[in-house]
């Protein structure tokens, strides 16, 4: 029989990219492009594509389907509930891939990796400011970096306002996406520009850079001090790490020693394992302690932060993939990206590339600034206009209109779902209505913006519709007419003989162990009824006449003989199997009508599908162009 989605799969359907393109099939007064069938061959036809015998074989069987859909069309198949229901399912299924910016993605990627190769050492220069001293904090952070950039630090360190951190190294995610930018794209021992971000100016200076240090997996024992800790408290403290260090150094558990005098509560019953961790993730001070253990299991001296004392403990290392081809590598930065900012700053490009796609315009008469003051500041009082709510205030490129309803509606959604902003304008409301309304239309008419979805949304409801009309015609026809099948056996009953074939019962067991059990009692002289209602959920047993080269197990028992088993065949996931051979017949016995129905079934569909396609054929006389296809093999 066959089923539907694996003659689902076998099928290519792609509608003409030009309406003046050289017609290679015509049926009727319907026609198929040259760019049309090439397409639908090239996806279906891996090897060997230039191959002309091949090509027109294939233009033979495309003209028999491009017939078939065309049938399915003229019974209005694709208006069945169903049909319908399916499509549009797999309609929002597969949009998200075509909604997805993955050039964006990929670039992103891309970039990750590449600064994912180095650390930088970065050291942070900022001047805070408010409303009132803004032009104040804007000549001075200039100044700073003049001096800087003159490399006069002492001067430029007493700048008025100017706070100078070290930040440590730093690697690809360890700060904002816009610090990132600013600070891979300085070069080692520079300083940016300033720029203004935040209550603040800022200004980074890129002190070095070292290959990547990776990411590390370490065990600590923290002695914790408290910030106002006495020069005693801290001696004592020191004192008490010095002697555990003592005792690791002769063969101590660091877990056990962990569990016994690490103030930290939340490894310290985990072995004192913290998360895996790389570079920026924590103080300078501490990562550079970590790396400096060379080797595997290899145990720092105390160290004190300003958290405490420390003593950490190396457990693995795992190097960063020097190669953009490590899949695994590539696949953890794009999770990265997708919950980064990043992502967002490239989703708004995208928007915009949505707003032009899609031509939102202003419609005519009416004032750009009057629509966006439709509502007061409070986007809550009625429209100033005194004309309805449905009144067209904008359409896009296909005459779809936007109604002031609709932005009514957006606008007073956004405020009750956004806690009050005042710095957020109706203008900025505006903008982001935009880009939704934008992108609705966008979703709800993909197929008129990407052929590559309207073809692909086709092919499925057009395969759909091919299993639909075959079981109409012939795959239901075949199975249901009882007399046209018991007739084109008794015509044909030569045809179908055994081969070398057994009575026989075949064990499928759920492991090998209850397999063993079922092959045990079934030689005590059990019966195999019996044996599954013991094993009940356990066995399943299938009494009949089979071929022996269909059985799993004959290669177990080359040559069987009546009442003997074969071994046992276990798959990979312990489902067992074994065989008892009742009797065995040689090749040439003529199958029953019952034993025959499957193979005349199926025989007598392909004889259904070709009187099908002769009449359609002569409904719609089929041209091939083969002038036309041979160049295709060129």
């Known amino acids: 029989m066959v089923y539907k989605y694996a003659f689902a799969a076998l099928v290519a359907v792609l509608y003409s990219l030009s309406s003046v393109a050289q017609t290679v099939i015509s049926f009727g007064t319907n026609k198929v492009s040259k760019e049309e069938f090439w397409r639908a061959y090239s996806k279906n036809k ?22 078939k859909v065309k049938a399915a069309e003229d019974m209005r198949l694709d208006t069945m509930p169903h049909i319908k229901s399916d499509v549009e399912n797999f309609r929002v299924q597969i949009m998200e891939n075509y909604l997805a910016d993955e050039a964006s993605v990929k670039k992103l990627q891309q970039e990750a990796f590449v600064r994912s190769q180095k650390d930088l050492h970065v050291i942070h220069y900022s001047i805070p400011f408010g409303l009132e001293d803004t032009a104040i904090a804007k000549a001075n952070i200039n100044k700073a970096y003049d001096l800087l950039a003159a490399n006069k630090i002492t001067d430029a360190e007493k700048t008025q306002g100017l706070k100078m951190s070290d930040m440590g190294y730093l690697t690809v995610f360890s700060v904002p996406y816009e610090y990132e930018n600013i600070i891979y794209n300085t070069k080692a021992g520079s300083y940016s520009k300033p720029y203004a971000r935040g209550n ?12 990547a240090a990776g990411t590390w997996k370490v065990a600590q024992i923290l002695f914790s001090l408290p910030p106002d800790a006495t020069p005693a408290e801290k001696d004592a403290t020191k004192h008490k790490a010095d002697s555990v260090y003592s005792l690791l150094q002769k063969g ?22 913290l998360p895996e961790f790389g570079t920026g993730k924590y103080d300078k001070l501490f990562e550079d302690k970590v790396f400096a253990l060379n080797e595997n299991g290899a145990i720092s001296k105390p160290f004190l932060t300003e958290y405490g004392y420390h003593i950490v403990k190396r457990i693995s290392v795992k190097q960063i993939p020097a190669s953009d081809l490590d899949a695994e590598y590539m696949y953890e930065l794009k999770l990265k990206i997708g919950n980064d900012s990043r992502m967002a700053l490239e989703k708004d490009k995208y928007e915009d590339e949505i707003v032009k796609i899609t031509r939102f315009k202003i419609a005519p008469g009416i004032n750009a600034a009057g629509v966006v003051n439709i509502l007061s500041d409070s986007l809550r009082k009625p429209i100033r206009d005194k004309r309805p709510a449905n009144f067209s205030i904008a359409s896009f490129n296909d005459g779809k209109k936007v109604t002031a309803e609709e932005w009514i509606a957006y606008a007073n959604e956004y405020n009750r779902s956004h806690e009050p902003d005042p710095s957020f304008t109706n203008q900025d409301l505006w903008k982001k209505f935009i880009k939704y309304r934008s992108l609705q239309q966008y979703k709800s008419n993909l197929e008129s913006y990407s052929p590559d979805f309207k073809y692909q949304l086709k092919e499925f409801n057009d395969g759909n519709m091919l299993f639909e009309v075959m079981d109409k015609k012939v795959w239901g026809k075949a199975a249901a007419d009882e007399p046209a099948l018991r007739k084109y056996y008794e015509a044909h009953k030569a045809k179908y003989t055994w081969n070398e074939s057994a009575d026989a019962i075949i064990f499928n067991c759920t492991s090998k162990q209850i397999a063993e059990e079922a092959l045990a009692a079934s030689k005590k002289g059990t019966d195999w009824k019996n044996i599954m209602l013991q094993m009940e959920g356990n066995i399943v047993a299938d009494s009949g006449r089979f071929e022996l080269d269909q059985l799993i197990a004959k290669k177990n028992s080359p040559n069987p003989v009546p009442g003997a088993y074969s071994d046992i065949v276990q798959n990979s996931d312990d489902v067992s199997a074994f065989i008892l051979y009742k009797k065995i017949y040689p090749a040439g016995d003529i199958r029953s009508f019952e034993d025959a129905r499957g193979l005349v079934i199926n025989d007598y569909q392909d004889v259904l599908e070709k009187e099908w396609i002769v009449t359609l054929k002569k409904k719609y006389p089929v041209t091939i162009n083969t002038t036309a296809l041979r160049d295709l093999s060129k």
């Open 46 to 67: 891996s090897e060997n594509l230039k191959n002309e015998k091949a090509i027109m074989d294939y233009a033979d069987l495309y003209a028999n389907f491009k017939l």
């Open 200 to 211: 603040a100016w800022h200004v980074f200076k890129v002190a070095d850079t070292r290959p």
């Open 252 to 273: 101590a558990s660091f877990a056990k020693a962990a569990a016994d005098f690490s103030n930290d509560r939340i490894t310290n019953l985990a072995e004192g394992i």
